[in-house]
């Protein structure tokens, strides 16, 4: 059902409200606000973005899960790909997810299901810690800890035999 919507509900509600709002402003205006709306949607979107990543980036030096930041890039994205799409509908809904509070709104069920532990049990950590090990081979403390992390792995040759 929701693909069904997807699919033939929703074009045929935004070719019926630009036909709509064509009548009322006009051919051409409303072509330019199509395109207008576009252009200044990425425009945001990419301005928005460089924000986020310097935010992700303090997030991960600090040593915290990235994760909701990582949600809000993609609701981000998302954005991006609304505004590029014509219509005034996809754009409305491109528009709330680019404004940063009803982003949060909306991402707040995503963020509460993403919290909890890991598939063995253990509590979930940022992997700002191996990105520190990278960035500071000189931490010898760091490092240790982060090799009894790692798999042991075996080195072999074998030999492919037909039956």
């Known amino acids: ?87 005034f509908i996809s754009d409305f809904i491109a528009l709330l997810l680019l404004i940063p509070i009803s982003r949060k709104f909306l991402l707040l069920p995503l963020k509460t299901k993403a919290t909890g532990t890991t598939y063995d049990g253990q509590a979930r950590r940022s992997d700002a810690a191996d990105f520190e090990s990278i960035q500071r081979p000189h931490a010898d403390a760091s490092r240790s800890q982060h090799k009894a992390h790692r798999p042991q792995v075996l080195e072999g040759e074998y030999e492919k035999k037909d039956d």
């Open 1 to 87: 059902m929701p693909l069904l919507f997807f699919l033939l509900v929703w074009p045929l509600a935004e070719i019926w409200l630009m036909i709509e709002i064509g009548q009322q402003a006009g051919g051409f205006n409303t072509l330019l606000l199509i395109v207008g709306t576009a252009l200044l949607g990425i425009l945001l979107v990419q301005l928005e973005w460089q924000k986020l990543s310097l935010q992700l980036r303090e997030k991960m030096l600090r040593r915290e899960t990235p994760l909701p930041l990582l949600l809000e890039s993609m609701a981000l994205g998302l954005s991006g790909l609304l505004f590029l799409i014509p219509g």
